[in-house]
């Protein structure tokens, strides 16, 4: 942590999950001045993760051919401006493009960063390392859901300014932020190697956990605020409450990262973090009133924040150097595939009595990852 480049990688991760968890508990204050409804709001989540979906590896392949630096740092100046402009328009269509070129910079900034920590450490420093990365993260979206949903209440542009302290992270990586290896000449094979590398069921089980990880977080930073706001009746800064707690006992379960992984395997992690998660979504969608729902959301955290360091040091280990920026660029890519499939898989759900069948539908889900961890575990012990 003396390391200024860690403090660096790690300052790029918070401002990068700021693109949702930021944005997520200020939909309902958007809907009346920006003219849209509920099944149309979601949008200025989908198209941001839509576009960090198709940007992620194509900064993958970048990264590894020319270095991490040179794809963090324009991609840290691009989120920050884009969310400076979002300040001064009201005009919906022209948010959705702006959002969309934060989906840009994002998907360039949260895949390389945790491809830098793989490049960094190994073994269960490597899971530790995610831990505190994820802690990171967590206490990033602990507060800012929290704050955003306070400043949406006098006006709810201005939660985007915080975005556009990026601007300045990105300039003084610019000049301080160290490569975490020397650039890697161009592999031979590259993309059938890279390929290789994800064709088994270790690879496919890690990356199919990732997705639907997200698929149902994003059920819940969609919905939760219209059900907190709707059908509780209560306020913005509410429903930013509920999300703080579970990211910020999601982090602190994270800080636990390595030592979990030297007691338990990695499947036995990530099947207890899914049920644990299925059992909180499945409470939050009987909950009848606030405070029980918020006591289910810490059930969420300590799941969720069990589940994240082990996929993403788990992911990290699956290829050399030479090959990680690409090959965790599908991994990555599978985080936005998720939060971009979300908002409009779980309107599916939503009815004129409100949202809350959203939460049985990926408590449902959930049974998916659970069943393929068990599969691989059994696996794993067939000789």
Avoid at 102 to 123: K, L
Avoid at 127 to 153: C, D, E, K
Avoid at 187 to 196: I, K, Q
Avoid at 262 to 286: D, H, M, N
Wanted: charged content about 10%.
């Amino acid at each position: 942590m003396k390391d200024i480049s860690i403090i660096i990688l790690l300052a790029v991760i918070m401002f990068a999950v700021t693109g949702g968890s930021l944005v997520g508990p200020i939909l309902p204050e958007m809907m009346a001045p920006l003219g849209v409804g509920q099944k149309s709001i979601g949008l200025v989540l989908s198209v941001y993760t839509l576009l960090a979906l198709i940007s992620t590896p194509l900064s993958g392949l970048l990264a590894d051919f020319y270095g991490r630096k040179a794809i963090i740092v324009p991609c840290t100046i691009l989120f920050g401006f884009s969310g400076l402009l979002i300040t001064f328009t009201h005009d919906f269509g022209l948010i959705l493009v702006l959002r969309g070129l934060q989906g840009i910079g994002v998907g360039g900034m949260m895949n390389t960063v945790t491809t830098a920590i793989g490049d960094m450490y190994q073994g269960t420093k490597r899971h530790q390392i995610m831990g505190y990365r994820f802690t990171v993260q967590g206490l990033t979206n602990a507060a800012i859901p929290f704050v955003s949903g306070a400043l949406a209440v006098m006006a709810w542009f201005l939660p985007f300014y915080i975005h556009s302290l990026a601007i300045f992270l990105g300039i003084f990586a610019a000049f301080k932020l160290k490569e975490p290896t020397g650039k890697s000449p161009r592999p031979e094979n590259y993309f059938r190697r890279a390929l290789a590398a994800m064709a088994n069921i270790r690879a496919i089980w890690l990356f199919s956990s990732n997705f639907m990880g997200f698929l149902l977080l994003y059920c819940l930073v969609v919905y939760m605020p219209i059900f907190v706001v709707g059908d509780l009746g209560l306020t913005a800064m509410h429903a930013g409450l509920a999300l703080s707690v579970g990211s910020g006992t999601a982090s602190l379960t994270a800080t636990r990262a390595g030592m979990l992984r030297k007691r338990f395997p990695e499947e036995g992690l990530i099947f207890s973090g899914f049920l644990v998660c299925a059992i909180a979504l499945l409470l939050i969608g009987t909950a009848p009133g606030y405070w029980r729902m918020l006591a289910f959301f810490v059930l969420w955290g300590v799941g969720y924040g069990t589940i994240m360091p082990v996929l993403n040091a788990s992911a990290a280990g699956l290829v050399s150097a030479e090959l990680r920026g690409g090959v965790l660029s599908i991994f990555t890519m599978l985080i936005y595939l998720g939060q971009t499939l979300s908002p409009p898989f779980f309107a599916l759900f939503v009815t004129e009595t409100g949202v809350h069948r959203t939460f049985f539908a990926a408590a449902a889900l959930a049974l998916l990852p659970i069943g393929f961890t068990l599969f691989v575990g059994f696996k794993k012990k067939i000789p």
